[in-house]
């Protein structure tokens, strides 16, 4: 499956910004998640979501990241609140096969928060 992320930009400390990932195709039963590249920093996942709508948020964005998803239009929505300039970086959107393990990434789509 090809990812899609879109979304990102440059915008104010507080603001709230919406993300958005479209797959090439069906996403039902897989697990999506977006993952966060600060400025030399290795990638961490903040969060996931899996196709019985399970959710797992890093610790670090509970209480400002939400995720979504629509089986029908094949997209995963990142929700970021309350935006900092730490939230600065790269976004990539995720898929992951349950089955074969397999993940899928997409090319990233840059946030810049200023203060």
């Known amino acids: 499956v090809q990812l899609q992320a879109s979304g990102g930009g440059l915008v104010q400390a507080g603001e709230s910004l919406r993300l958005s990932c479209a797959a090439s195709?069906?996403?039902?039963?897989?697990?999506m998640g977006w993952a966060h590249q600060a400025p030399g920093k290795e990638r961490e996942v903040v969060a996931t979501?899996?196709?019985?709508?399970?959710?797992i948020y890093a610790d670090s964005v509970k209480g400002r990241f939400t995720i979504f998803r629509d089986n029908v239009k094949n997209t995963v929505d990142l929700y970021i609140d309350s935006l900092k300039p730490e939230d600065t970086g790269v976004y990539f959107c995720?898929?992951?096969?349950?089955?074969?393990?397999?993940?899928?990434w997409g090319q990233g789509t840059l946030v810049t928060v200023s203060s």
């Open positions: 195709k069906t996403i039902f039963g897989l697990v």
């Open positions: 995720f898929a992951r096969d349950p089955w074969s393990q397999d993940d899928y």
């Open positions: 979501l899996t196709s019985s709508g399970a959710t």
